[in-house]
């Protein structure tokens, strides 16, 4: 069975500093990587996938993740965080079919001014 | 385009009592989830619809939890009798097609507190 795990549950950065959160995900096959934000009170928003093809994903909010197979990660950066990226960031693998999401357990991101 | 509609977006109960949750889907999505997040973790699939079957219920509790999309659009998700353990976020999600992985999008979800 697939799982991920966010070894941060935690992380503070300054308003204007880079950001990396971190993936690791175990699954036997090739997988479908998803990183979701949720603001307080909302739903999950996607930020990004991968499904195949360029390592290196674009997402919104001018956020990238890198699949790196050989460690088994996607992890999540950004050159420059804003106040209003402060939320819980969940990684999320998905199998080949049945569409059947594991999300790790997320890492709540504070932003100091 | 609208997005997943969830009501209500709270709700708070006494143990073994009953709870209804309702969901409508993005229009023309067929594929429902709903998903259970408890405080601190990440959201754990519950049921999974395709149409107005379900796909995938492993995860469900059906000894106190029933789900059903009847005419393969809006879903009900019951507790009854509900515990002390059920207190989570219920999250309602749809996705547009059928047996592939795909972008599921998100409502707001519903906010149980089981007293």
């Known amino acids: 069975a697939q799982s991920v795990?966010?070894?941060d549950i935690h992380?503070?950065?300054?308003?204007g500093a880079s950001l990396?959160?971190?993936?690791n995900y175990s699954y036997g096959a090739t997988p479908y990587l998803f990183w979701y934000v949720q603001s307080p009170g909302q739903g999950l928003q996607l930020l990004l996938k991968y499904f195949s093809g360029d390592t290196l994903v674009q997402g919104i909010k001018g956020f990238e993740?890198?699949?790196?197979r050989s460690q088994s990660s996607f992890n999540l950066r950004k050159p420059s965080v804003h106040w209003s990226d402060a939320a819980e960031y969940f990684?999320?693998?998905?199998?080949g079919t049945a569409s059947k999401l594991t999300f790790g357990t997320g890492t709540r991101l504070q932003v100091t001014l | 385009e609208a997005g997943v509609a969830q009501s209500p977006r709270y709700k708070i109960i006494e143990k073994r009592q009953s709870v209804a949750f309702w969901c409508n889907p993005i229009s023309g999505h067929a594929t429902l989830y709903w998903y259970q997040q408890i405080l601190g973790q990440?959201?754990?699939?519950l049921i999974q619809f395709q149409n107005n079957g379900v796909v995938d219920d492993s995860q469900l509790p059906k000894?106190?939890?029933s789900a059903e999309r009847l005419k393969g659009v809006d879903s009900t998700l019951k507790i009854q009798p509900a515990k002390l353990e059920d207190s989570a976020v219920y999250l309602c999600a749809?996705?547009?097609?059928?047996?592939?992985?795909d972008t599921q999008y998100f409502g707001p979800g519903t906010r149980l507190t089981v007293l």
């Open chain 2, 63 to 65: 000894d106190r939890f």
């Open chain 1, 5 to 7: 795990t966010q070894p």
């Open chain 1, 91 to 95: 990684c999320a693998v998905g199998t």
């Open chain 1, 20 to 23: 990396e959160l971190r993936c």
């Open chain 2, 42 to 45: 990440g959201p754990k699939l």
């Open chain 2, 94 to 101: 749809s996705s547009p097609r059928k047996g592939t992985t």
């Open chain 1, 11 to 15: 992380i503070t950065v300054s308003e």
């Open chain 1, 65 to 68: 993740a890198e699949f790196k």
